[in-house]
Protein backbone atom coordinates (compact mmCIF):
# COMPACT_ATOMS: atom_id res chain seq x y z
CA UNK A 1 0.00 0.00 0.00
CA UNK A 2 1.42 3.32 -0.71
CA UNK A 3 0.84 6.20 1.45
CA UNK A 4 0.13 9.60 -0.35
CA UNK A 5 0.13 12.48 2.03
CA UNK A 6 -1.84 14.99 0.47
CA UNK A 7 -3.18 17.47 3.21
CA UNK A 8 -1.27 20.75 3.93
CA UNK A 9 0.23 20.84 7.96
CA UNK A 10 0.42 16.97 8.15
CA UNK A 11 2.89 15.92 10.82
CA UNK A 12 4.85 12.50 10.34
CA UNK A 13 5.79 10.50 13.13
CA UNK A 14 6.36 7.16 14.07
CA UNK A 15 5.22 5.27 17.34
CA UNK A 16 7.11 1.64 17.65
CA UNK A 17 6.65 0.03 14.32
CA UNK A 18 3.67 2.34 13.62
CA UNK A 19 3.35 5.40 11.34
CA UNK A 20 1.37 8.06 12.91
CA UNK A 21 -0.18 11.03 10.95
CA UNK A 22 -1.28 13.91 13.19
CA UNK A 23 -3.46 15.70 10.89
CA UNK A 24 -4.53 19.59 11.90
CA UNK A 25 -7.94 20.10 13.23
CA UNK A 26 -10.06 23.40 13.55
CA UNK A 27 -10.75 23.42 17.47
CA UNK A 28 -7.35 21.40 18.37
CA UNK A 29 -3.90 21.62 16.77
CA UNK A 30 -3.04 18.13 15.20
CA UNK A 31 -6.06 16.53 17.58
CA UNK A 32 -6.74 13.68 14.69
CA UNK A 33 -4.83 11.01 14.34
CA UNK A 34 -4.14 7.94 11.99
CA UNK A 35 -1.65 4.75 12.05
CA UNK A 36 -0.31 3.06 9.51
CA UNK A 37 1.65 -0.11 10.23
CA UNK A 38 4.96 -0.14 8.94
CA UNK A 39 5.43 -3.30 7.09
CA UNK A 40 1.92 -2.31 5.19
CA UNK A 41 3.55 0.10 3.46
CA UNK A 42 5.61 -0.02 0.12
CA UNK A 43 6.09 4.09 -0.29
CA UNK A 44 5.11 7.09 1.75
CA UNK A 45 4.21 9.75 -1.15
CA UNK A 46 4.48 13.28 0.45
CA UNK A 47 2.72 15.98 -2.29
CA UNK A 48 1.70 18.60 0.34
CA UNK A 49 3.96 20.45 2.48
CA UNK A 50 4.26 18.59 5.51
CA UNK A 51 7.02 17.55 8.61
CA UNK A 52 8.42 14.33 8.81
CA UNK A 53 10.87 12.77 12.04
CA UNK A 54 13.52 11.24 11.95
CA UNK A 55 12.50 8.46 13.84
CA UNK A 56 9.95 8.42 10.91
CA UNK A 57 12.18 8.08 8.37
CA UNK A 58 14.61 5.74 10.23
CA UNK A 59 11.96 3.53 10.33
CA UNK A 60 10.55 3.75 6.86
CA UNK A 61 14.25 2.93 5.40
CA UNK A 62 14.79 -0.25 8.06
CA UNK A 63 11.51 -1.62 7.10
CA UNK A 64 12.28 -1.03 3.15
CA UNK A 65 9.77 2.05 2.49
CA UNK A 66 10.95 4.58 0.42
CA UNK A 67 10.06 8.35 0.60
CA UNK A 68 9.17 10.04 -2.57
CA UNK A 69 8.73 14.25 -2.67
CA UNK A 70 6.32 15.59 -5.22
CA UNK A 71 6.14 18.89 -6.26
CA UNK A 72 2.09 20.18 -6.88
CA UNK A 73 1.97 19.32 -10.10
CA UNK A 74 3.21 15.31 -9.39
CA UNK A 75 6.15 15.96 -10.86
CA UNK A 76 9.14 13.59 -8.59
CA UNK A 77 11.47 16.04 -6.51
CA UNK A 78 13.51 13.84 -4.21
CA UNK A 79 13.43 10.51 -2.59
CA UNK A 80 14.72 8.88 0.34
CA UNK A 81 15.68 5.26 0.09
CA UNK A 82 17.40 2.55 1.89
CA UNK A 83 21.18 1.56 1.33
CA UNK A 84 20.48 -1.95 2.16
CA UNK A 85 21.01 -4.27 -0.19
CA UNK A 86 18.14 -6.30 -0.18
CA UNK A 87 16.35 -3.44 -2.45
CA UNK A 88 19.42 -3.70 -4.87
CA UNK A 89 19.29 -7.45 -5.28
CA UNK A 90 15.61 -7.14 -6.36
CA UNK A 91 16.45 -4.54 -8.91
CA UNK A 92 19.33 -6.47 -10.89
CA UNK A 93 16.68 -9.60 -10.74
CA UNK A 94 14.13 -7.88 -12.62
CA UNK A 95 16.83 -5.96 -14.88
CA UNK A 96 18.06 -9.60 -16.01
CA UNK A 97 14.13 -11.06 -16.36
CA UNK A 98 13.57 -8.27 -18.47
CA UNK A 99 16.59 -8.06 -20.56
CA UNK A 100 15.56 -11.54 -21.68
CA UNK A 101 11.89 -10.53 -22.62
CA UNK A 102 10.57 -9.73 -26.02
CA UNK A 103 10.22 -6.10 -24.60
CA UNK A 104 13.45 -5.30 -24.94
CA UNK A 105 13.79 -4.78 -28.55
CA UNK A 106 10.86 -2.30 -27.99
CA UNK A 107 12.46 0.21 -25.66
CA UNK A 108 15.78 0.18 -27.86
CA UNK A 109 13.50 0.82 -30.40
CA UNK A 110 12.21 3.73 -28.59
CA UNK A 111 15.15 4.69 -26.93
CA UNK A 112 16.70 4.91 -30.48
CA UNK A 113 14.01 7.09 -31.91
CA UNK A 114 13.60 9.68 -29.44
CA UNK A 115 17.11 9.95 -29.67
CA UNK A 116 17.30 10.64 -33.77
CA UNK A 117 14.87 13.64 -32.84
CA UNK A 118 16.79 14.62 -30.18
CA UNK A 119 20.08 15.33 -32.18
CA UNK A 120 17.33 16.94 -35.25
CA UNK A 121 20.07 20.24 -35.31
CA UNK A 122 23.15 18.13 -36.17
CA UNK A 123 22.59 16.55 -39.41
CA UNK A 124 25.41 14.14 -39.42
CA UNK A 125 24.70 12.77 -36.25
CA UNK A 126 20.81 12.48 -37.42
CA UNK A 127 21.13 10.72 -40.54
CA UNK A 128 23.72 8.07 -38.52
CA UNK A 129 20.85 7.78 -35.90
CA UNK A 130 18.10 7.36 -38.45
CA UNK A 131 19.76 5.23 -40.74
CA UNK A 132 20.67 2.80 -37.53
CA UNK A 133 16.80 3.44 -36.07
CA UNK A 134 15.67 2.56 -39.74
CA UNK A 135 17.92 -1.15 -39.71
CA UNK A 136 16.15 -1.88 -36.37
CA UNK A 137 12.91 -1.56 -37.53
CA UNK A 138 13.11 -3.20 -40.70
CA UNK A 139 14.68 -6.52 -38.77
Sequence with gaps: MDLLINTFGIRIRSSGERIVLALPSDKAKY?????????????????????????????ALEA???????NSFGTP????FSS????????RKAQVVFSSSPKTL???????AARGVYRLS??????????????????
Excluded at 64 to 70: M, N, P, R, S, T
Excluded at 106 to 112: A, G, I, M, N
Aim: with cysteine; glycine share 8%; hydrophobic share 40%.
Design 106 to 112: ELSRTLV
Design 64 to 70: GVDIVYL
Design 77 to 80: VGRI
Design 84 to 91: SPKGMAEL
Design 122 to 139: NDGKRKIVEEVYTSLCNT
Design 31 to 59: KMKKEYPIRALGKIIILRPSSISTGAVQL
